[in-house]
């Protein structure tokens, strides 16, 4: 393994790790301040112990979070010191104000752990709320970041030199509304549909049933809602890469030749040797459409840009959108069923409605994962998207193999703990006598 | 606006000593403990630390986002040279922090209280020693910026610069200093029956911190470390030095009188006069390479980006700050005079 390839798959590793933490950490407050606010207006116990079990998870991942998230921003520096050195400066103000959004987090949640019964009630309960605010602002403030990776803006690029930089601009960049919209979207609809498997599961055991049925309401409720509105936000998206990364585009569909009335690939093998996609249902002229909003519309394949600026791995491009999309689609029709049950209540009695969502519990984060993997393996070789390569960025520091190792191991033994860690909560919740 | 942005970098760096210095300590001071003290300790940690250790870690954020944005190249020589030291602070942070929140989270407290324990006070030892070296290593003059990277030896750029006689000392000295702010500050939130075994503790942190800054002065002596002539011909780095020994003695009255709060701020003083008299004795120079220093003003990025940043750091320091003082107010921890 080259030094590139271990300091790619070391970035890559930390960020898969660190977006789950990131996300379950920012998404789980919202939870919390929901069933913290009905036990204020009710007073049902159970609401209390719920509030109390899930302010556990949301410190042991927000700490999870925040130290790999701390890792993750000197990796920026230690692998890419070349692109740190000329990006830093332009995205500045994204990372700035995200330090103080994380800043205020952490304040917020240090009330708010330690504030029960030291702290007036409705300023406790108001801290919460900042935590998921605070959460959410830094987590759309680093996406505008890797937007702009997506969408370089706030600088005039001459002679391989960045002038008149302009961060204002630079965090407004075109790719940060999508992105972040994207994301956020993403983010509730794989904690909500994480944490509501792990109480479905609960549920269908039959243990301390009525605290999980509420548990699994709150957090699906915010997960199935995500759920619905992710395709508006899937389809600006496509309309957004069609227009300003079109190699991207061809990639995510293994789309090679150029075509007008291009057609939509769904599945399928991909040979990129002999540029074919097998075994894949194809639907006429779905991709001019869904990219340009025309169904003539001609969509640039994959040959038609020059070699050394398309992304090597577009097998990986292609699979992982079709799992994005497929999961997507997925738990949009059960987040449909999820509100329809409201009216069939009967389901509940029904062991195969549990057993779904308890299945379907880990799919909303793969998806989250494989959409990465489609926008950050789609913009190779570029790390700034027509202006620096990630080859001429990486540290010049030979044996990143080694470091590379060492956070395989580290973040192995971190997702096992925490894994087990929750086990034990929910175990010491179904044993206590106090619900 | 350079000015600000320096202002704030500053602020950040010292509160980051002192806040999250506090808090590895706190760590030490439970690593040398005996068994009984031990749970002792772990208990007052937790209740003093828990609700703000997460805010003192995030000012090494601040700090690294300044240099980043505010002075790329400053920055770049960091990342590149001391990859290995910083790496391994990285790894420490992670394992102490995940520790500390496992120790008190888990709902089961059983024999994995011993793992935790171990991972939180180890990691709380080592970390502030690598971090301490990378310090060191800025000042050491052992970084070599060659032309052409493969024109040095893998030993030579990346691992002399930080693994060196002056560095690991600066490395215990930093780790003393920890253990000396943590025992300071869990003198004025022990309980009565307790708050001897901090006073001690305290006493036996300020002789180590003592000895272990005579062993830098001694050794940037002996190795002629360019930070000691520096800081030699520099007069007010010496006057803040000679104030602060001299207010080992007050200190030591006030430890052996188990006073809560005067302690602790004769000992923030001496803490903040020591980090300036450093930075002044070598600023705007903040690193020494082999051959040269390289001047933190010279690496600035354009005037448009500090403005910005400057703005962005007045404007988050006016929401973070009171946030801050109340967080630290609601759960009792500031007080400045004794009662």
Known sequence: ?435 | MLYVVLFFLAISLLLYVILAGADFGAGIVELFSSDQNQQITKKTVYRVMGPVWEANHIWIIIILVILWVGFPEFYNVLVLYLHIPITLVLLGITLRGVAFVFRHYDAFKDKSQILYDWMFRISSFVTPIFLGMTFGAMLSGHIIIPEHIESQSFYNLFIAPWFNGFSVFVGLFFAALCAFLASILLIGEASDEERPIYVRKSRIATVTVIIMGFLVLCFSYLYDIRFLSNFVKNPYALTLVAISALLIFPLLRSIKLARKITTRTFTGVQVVLILIAALIAQYPNLIITSDASINILKTAAPDKVINVLGISLIVGGCIILPGLYHLFRSFKMIKIFER
């Open chain 1, 1 to 435: 393994m080259d030094n590139l390839d271990a300091a790619r798959l070391q970035m890559a590793f930390t960020l898969i790790f660190h977006i789950v933490f990131a996300c379950i950490g920012m998404v789980m407050p919202f939870f919390m301040v929901v069933a913290h606010k009905k036990w204020l207006n009710t007073k049902n116990p159970i609401y209390l112990t719920l509030t109390k079990s899930w302010q556990k998870g949301v410190a042991i991942f927000f700490v999870t979070g925040a130290v790999s998230g701390t890792a993750l921003s000197f990796e920026l520096g230690l692998l890419w010191p070349e692109f740190m050195k000329h990006a830093g400066p332009i995205i500045g103000m994204p990372f700035s104000l995200e330090g103080a959004a994380f800043f205020v987090e952490a304040i917020a949640l240090g009330f708010y752990l330690y504030g029960w019964n030291r702290l007036p009630k409705k300023f406790h309960w108001f801290t919460g709320i900042i935590v998921g605010i605070a959460g959410v602002a830094s987590g759309i403030l680093v996406v505008s970041a890797n937007g702009w990776m997506n969408a370089p803006s706030g600088f005039d690029y001459v002679n391989g030199e960045f002038l008149n930089i302009d961060p204002i601009k630079a965090l407004f960049n075109p790719g940060w509304f999508t992105q972040a919209l994207h994301m956020t979207l993403a983010a509730f609809t794989a904690t909500g549909f994480a944490v509501a498997g792990v109480h479905a599961f609960q549920v269908y055991k039959k243990k301390h049933k009525e605290l999980h049925m509420k548990a699994f309401k709150i957090a699906l409720t915010f997960g199935a809602l995500a759920a619905i509105l992710q395709p508006i936000s899937g389809d600006i998206s496509a309309k957004d890469i069609a227009k300003r990364q079109p190699v991207k585009l061809a990639a995510m569909e293994a789309h090679y030749h150029t075509q007008k009335g291009a057609p939509l690939y769904i599945g399928g093998i991909v040979d990129n040797e002999n540029q074919t996609v097998s075994y894949k249902i194809e639907i006429p002229k779905a991709l001019s459409f869904l990219a340009f909003g025309d169904f003539d519309a001609e969509v640039k394949g994959l040959n038609d840009f020059p070699e050394d600026v398309r992304p090597k791995n577009i097998a990986l491009v292609h699979y992982a959108f079709q799992i994005m999309v497929g999961i997507g689609s997925l738990l949009l029709i059960v987040g449909l069923l999820f509100f329809i049950s409201f009216k069939k209540q009967i389901w509940w009695q029904k062991k195969w409605f549990w057993i779904l969502f308890a299945v379907l519990a880990p799919t909303g984060f793969i998806a989250l994962e494989a959409g990465w993997i489609v926008t950050e393996v789609g913009r190779q070789p570029w790390i700034i998207h027509n202006i620096m390569k990630t080859k001429d960025a990486v540290t010049p520091m030979p044996g990143m193999v080694y470091s590379f190792y060492m956070y395989i191991v580290l973040y192995t033994v971190l997702t096992v703990a925490v894994t087990w860690l929750m086990t034990r909560q929910i175990k010491f919740l179904n044993n206590s006598k106090t619900v």
